[in-house]
């Protein structure tokens, strides 16, 4: 009887304590965490943008929340110093934990507003006032927050102005702007790449949410940093990409799921879709990095091998990027230029290696302002600036690209001074 009762007690005991321990919630199973970080630099100290990079840090927590393994993205905001929020650079954290809860909380209502996201962000490192394009400050952020992370991979999103390689053009000068719009404290490409080289860590993806950085010139500066890189030829609206939609799809660091990010990005932006609102346009696409060498070397022999066409060569007739007279002729088709200078027909090689590089690319089809309309049949994702002789600032600025030298343009004796 008593061996009985013994038993009997223990029983009842642990109900009992079962009991106590059980949450309101039914207790759901641990997930296997994503073996990636995505790290977004965010640069809103300047002209037109801060309140839509604000939106994005809050599409940012929307997008973890459709999450199905726990992850964390990791947010340097330099933003305006009277922001409500914070008058000096900060990094923000954003975990999930797979089941759609995001810093612990659950899946917000539609109506709650862009602060009232932002507020439930984790604040894990605050800097003083500094030059967030600087090449040492950018440096130390990537290294301060890559050493809070402990996951295989990265992925960085740069998130401001962009003008591609060009020096102090419309708000900027190649990627960003901090101290306030037309300050001229911005940073170079080259630089860019330098910094993330220096982490000693190479990069799953590059996302350039700034304008018309998708330029061979861009792109073949990243080739030892970063394996894929996302990014636009054109404009991109100042609303910039849909996280919301397209940040879970990071974290999968396939092609696929890259493939996906840019279909998320034209369908927001599509006139018949109307989640754009007025930003009814678009062009996107993904580059394999890892082809940018072999692409460079068939680039260098084109133009070589057509350096007497291309001394008088003007590319007018081409597909170009720019808009209106400051940015006119940033960069022109890649494709079609490589077409044009062989009489219509692209070598095969050529044409075989285009498709291992770009392997996607999307635009948005009626566009309603006609200067950013697509010409599909001579889009190719990938851009090309053609030196020409009314623009000689750029022409000196091109020349100390790393690309000049490996491209065949140092080949070229132009007919006019270059």
């Known amino acids: 009887m008593i061996k009985k009762f013994i038993g009997s007690l223990t029983f009842l005991l642990i109900t009992l304590l079962s009991a106590c321990n059980t949450d309101d919630e039914p207790k759901v199973p641990d997930l296997p965490k994503s073996d990636m970080t995505v790290i977004a630099y965010l640069l809103a100290d300047t002209s037109i943008i801060p309140d839509d990079l604000w939106t994005n840090v809050a599409a940012i927590y929307d997008g973890l929340s459709l999450m199905d393994k726990p992850a964390s993205v990791y947010i340097y905001w330099d933003g305006t110093s ?18 759609g809860k995001v810093n612990g909380q659950p899946q917000l209502p539609q109506d709650a507003t862009v602060d009232e996201v932002v507020e439930l ?46 020096d102090k053009i419309n708000f900027s000068r190649s990627f ?23 982490t000693g860590r190479h ?50 660091h396939s092609i696929e799921s890259y493939k996906k990010v840019c279909d998320e990005f034209v369908k927001f932006y599509d006139p018949d879709m109307s989640d754009g609102g007025n930003w009814q346009w678009g062009t996107v696409s993904l580059v394999d990095n890892k082809q940018m060498d072999n692409l460079t070397s068939l680039v260098k022999r084109e133009i070589v091998k057509n350096k007497d066409l291309l001394a008088t060569y003007t590319p007018y007739h081409l597909q170009e990027y720019g808009r209106g007279s400051k940015t006119q002729y940033i960069s022109c088709d890649l494709e079609q230029f490589l077409k044009d200078i062989n009489g219509g027909t692209l070598p095969t090689d050529v044409k075989d290696q285009l498709n291992k590089t770009i392997l996607y690319k999307s635009h948005v089809e009626d566009s309603r302002y006609s200067e950013f309309r697509i010409d599909a049949e001579n889009y190719s994702g990938l851009g090309i600036y053609i030196p020409y002789k009314s623009r000689s600032a750029w022409n000196e600025t091109f020349k100390a690209l790393n690309w000049y030298p490996v491209s065949g343009w140092n080949e070229v004796t132009f007919s006019w001074n270059f």
């Not at 605050?126 to 440096?139: G, H, I, L, R």
């Not at 960003?176 to 220096?198: L, P, W, Y």
């Open 82 to 99: 009277n922001s409500s929020f914070w008058d000096h650079p900060v990094v923000l954290k954003f975990s999930t934990d797979g089941h």
């Open 121 to 166: 962000a984790e604040v894990v490192k605050e800097y003083p006032q500094q030059m967030s394009t600087d090449k040492d400050v950018m440096a130390r952020v990537l290294k301060d927050i890559i050493g809070m992370t402990d996951t295989e991979r990265l992925g960085l999103i740069a998130g401001s102005h962009g003008s591609a390689w060009l």
């Open 176 to 198: 960003g702007e901090d101290g306030g719009a037309n300050s001229g404290n911005t940073i170079t490409i080259k630089d860019m790449a330098d910094v993330m080289k220096s």
């Open 203 to 252: 990069f799953d993806f590059l996302l350039f949410d700034a304008c018309n950085m998708a330029t061979i010139e861009v792109y073949y500066d990243f080739k030892d940093v970063v394996d894929y890189m996302i990014g636009s030829v054109l404009e991109v609206p100042a609303i910039g990409f849909p996280y919301e939609s397209t940040l879970h799809y990071l974290f999968e």
